[in-house]
């Protein structure tokens, strides 16, 4: 089966660190999507790609997410730098189309 | 903020009973998308209805969807051990973003 690889699973780092999380998507699904997931607010998207370009990532805190796409095969998450209340799982999925959606395992992100 | 809720939040069940879960969501949509997601894992997808489908099935997974009422509903006939997890219905509004609910949590007892 084709899936959305996420690294790494689990991530614990101290307050003030970077914390870069990566995402392999489906090959030839052009849509790549980044959710948070707290308990406290649900799944919340983050940013979202099309074909690589950046089309709405107005739920990004802007001032220290960023998310890239540098190639197809490859979506990156970065957080600079990293708060207690970033601590959530982030997950990335990616789809073709109006078809559903494939998610990653998810990255655990503990922030102390 | 979510556009879809799910009703209720956390239903119990014995083994072989159904389960009905219930999705209202706010504005006009192309499609609905029920997805579930096991303890510490990531969501999977189990079923895509267009706004101008009315019925669904997989499986043992049936979905209605009411585009007048704006809901939708997921029925699990039979359910098993395996079927315990978190169901969530997201919607979508033709951008291609999906709008998550809370999500109904589903035990099913042996």
């Known amino acids: 089966d084709a899936r959305v690889t996420q690294t790494p699973r689990h991530k614990v780092t101290e307050m003030g660190q970077e914390v870069t999380m990566r995402c392999q998507p489906i090959?030839?699904?052009?849509?790549v999507f980044w959710y948070r997931q707290t308990m406290m607010q649900g799944l919340e998207l983050l940013a979202y790609f099309r074909n690589r370009a950046p089309l709405d990532d107005s739920g990004m805190p802007k001032d220290r997410f960023s998310a890239e796409m540098p190639d197809a095969t490859l979506a990156t998450l970065k957080i600079q730098p990293s708060e207690p209340r970033d601590s959530a799982v982030y997950f990335c999925?990616?789809?073709?189309?109006?078809?559903?959606?494939?998610f990653g395992s998810g990255t655990r992100l503990t922030v102390v | 903020s979510q556009q879809g809720e799910e009703d209720p939040q956390a239903l119990s069940i014995q083994e072989g009973e159904n389960a009905t879960m219930n999705c209202s969501y706010k504005t006009s949509i192309n499609n609905l998308q029920w997805y579930r997601q096991n303890s510490g894992r990531g969501l999977v997808h189990l079923i895509l209805?267009?706004?101008?489908?009315r019925e669904k099935h997989s499986g043992r997974l049936r979905v209605t969807l009411d585009t007048s009422k704006k809901s939708s509903s997921l029925l699990i006939t039979a359910s098993r051990a395996a079927d315990t997890a978190s169901y969530f219905c997201?919607?979508?509004?033709?951008?291609?973003?999906?709008?998550f609910g809370a999500g109904t949590t589903v035990t099913v007892r042996a």
């Open positions: 997201a919607t979508d509004f033709n951008d291609y973003k999906l709008s």
């Open positions: 999925a990616s789809r073709v189309g109006d078809y559903g959606y494939t």
């Open positions: 209805i267009r706004s101008n489908e």
């Open positions: 090959l030839g699904h052009n849509t």
